[in-house]
């Protein structure tokens, strides 16, 4: 009897400190990929000084932190330098978003609900995107739409004389964000329009309702939440890109908050404002992140 319970005791012990354990990889990886950098573009931002290169003197202490950089970036931010930029990148998300949205969500309810045998294939289509390089799709784009591309020979035909497709334009931006981006919103999407059970559906149709009140009455407000989860999963990185402005656009008239970044960074005496508009965007994409969580805690609580 005691032998058993000593056995059931280690037993204990051992399950206590296994699945910790498990833990220790992922922790690691994160605090060197992810905690460390991010406290060196803290250090950059609040920086004491430049040295004789014009380089930033990275603070490692927050004793000695300075925030007068952050100041300026802030008020900058808000009647200055950057607000151009800020403003271009909310309307610009909240546009392409709105395209994922009319686009992704009618592809995503097909393939989760009516693709039947085809879903498998219809899935590895809207996968295939990712198995290329995002910047070698945007360099793809760039060539159809140059001057002498496919797109002006394509209108051409009707008639319609060449467009200077990639001469600035915002809406060649916002197309372009929302072809990158589409996929990341088509799969959460799908996933959890997938696992909506079809008892409810029937349901509802038994209960004479047709199929546009069963979609509006049932699917769309159980799909709330994995809406939401696609929206937030296709901002982040939205929000924050600038590459596809750089390939699509590379007007000064069409630059996003990214874009400022990526000029600050390069430029060795703006690294600090740099980093000071790395850190504004994470505590911008943080206030979202917070807001998803809670739709998701008051959900769960609901759902018991």
Do not use: K
Not at 37 to 52: N, T
Not at 140 to 163: K, R, S
Not at 190 to 212: C, P, V
């Amino acid at each position: 009897m005691a032998v058993a319970e000593t056995t059931e005791g280690q037993r204990d012990r051992s399950a206590r400190f296994l699945w910790p354990s498990l833990a220790i990889p992922g922790t690691a990886w994160l605090i060197v990929l992810f905690v460390v950098p991010f406290y060196g573009i803290m250090a950059v931002a609040f920086s004491e000084g430049y040295d004789i290169l014009g380089q930033p003197i990275p603070a490692w202490n927050p004793f000695t932190w300075n925030f007068t950089v952050m100041g300026d970036v802030i008020q900058g931010s808000l009647t200055g330098l950057y607000q151009t930029a800020w403003l271009h990148t909310f309307l610009y998300s909240a546009a392409a978003m709105t395209i994922c949205i009319l686009v992704g969500y009618p592809v995503a309810y097909y393939v989760a609900r009516l693709a039947g045998r085809q879903r498998g294939l219809l899935l590895a289509l809207i996968l295939a995107p990712w198995w290329i390089n995002y910047l070698t799709r945007m360099l793809a784009w760039v060539g159809l739409l140059q001057q002498d591309g496919y797109v002006n020979d394509f209108l051409g035909i009707f008639g319609i004389g060449n467009i200077d497709w990639l001469g600035g334009h915002w809406y060649v931006v916002v197309l372009g964000l929302a072809y990158g981006y589409l996929p990341f919103f088509i799969v959460p999407l799908y996933a959890y329009l997938d696992r909506i059970d079809q008892r409810l559906i029937e349901a509802s149709r038994d209960l004479g309702a047709n199929t546009f009140r069963t979609f509006f009455r049932v699917t769309l407000p159980l799909s709330r939440i994995g809406l939401i989860t696609a929206v937030v999963i296709t901002a982040l990185p939205m929000f924050g890109d600038y590459y596809t402005n750089t390939l699509v656009s590379g007007s000064p008239s069409t630059g996003m908050i990214g874009n400022s970044i990526e000029q600050a960074i390069l430029s060795g005496f703006s690294r600090p404002q740099g980093a000071s508009l790395v850190l504004l965007l994470s505590a911008v994409l943080l206030v979202f992140m917070a807001y998803y969580l809670i739709l998701i805690v008051r959900s769960s609580r609901e759902a018991r």
